[in-house]
């Protein structure tokens, strides 16, 4: 019910702040503003963005709990998102997001209504070691030994021609 209200709520919030805006400074400098938002929302996300993954990354090497930089990393692929869909609205909340201390205020909210029943990182059983020490482990498979004789289709297989001498 509440996505419904959204997408019915946002595009009319949209068209009234651009008769509003256009109606106060004009056509051409408000599809100005909303181009020159779009450009400057692509750069900071874009920056953002990396830094998001290089503390995703850091996370993950000191084996540490990803999920802050993951929830960051989403919020602002979601800005940026928000950042290039036309509107004055869009745009606000899409640069509301980028500012690192509503995204964490926002992550503490989400935190509080969200209860992790568990959480583990790597698989749940150690692979399977080789006993003499050599290649990645033990890998289980089945095979099926095809005679050629039986196939009327598979043409008789002789020497290769690379073992003759």
Do not use: N
Not at 126 to 132: C, K, S, T, V, W
Request: aromatic share 8%.
């Amino acid at each position: 019910m509440w996505i419904f209200v959204a997408f019915l709520a946002v595009p009319i919030i949209e068209i009234g702040l651009f008769i509003q805006v256009g109606g106060l400074i004009g056509l051409w400098p408000t599809l100005a503003i909303v181009v020159l938002t779009a450009l400057a929302g692509t750069v900071l996300v874009r920056s953002q963005g990396a830094q998001a993954l290089a503390d995703l990354r850091r996370a993950m090497a000191e084996l540490g709990d990803p999920t802050a930089p993951l929830a960051h990393g989403a919020m602002i692929l979601f800005a940026g998102a928000l950042l290039l869909t036309p509107g004055f609205f869009t745009d606000a909340c899409g640069l509301l997001l980028l500012v690192p201390r509503v995204r964490a205020a926002l992550l503490r909210y989400l935190a509080s209504r969200v209860q992790v029943a568990s959480f583990t990182m790597g698989s749940a059983r150690p692979a399977p070691r080789d006993p003499f020490g050599g290649g990645p482990g033990v890998i289980d498979g089945e095979f099926l030994e095809l005679d050629p004789q039986s196939d009327p289709k598979r043409p008789p297989r002789g020497p290769s021609g690379w073992t003759q001498g």
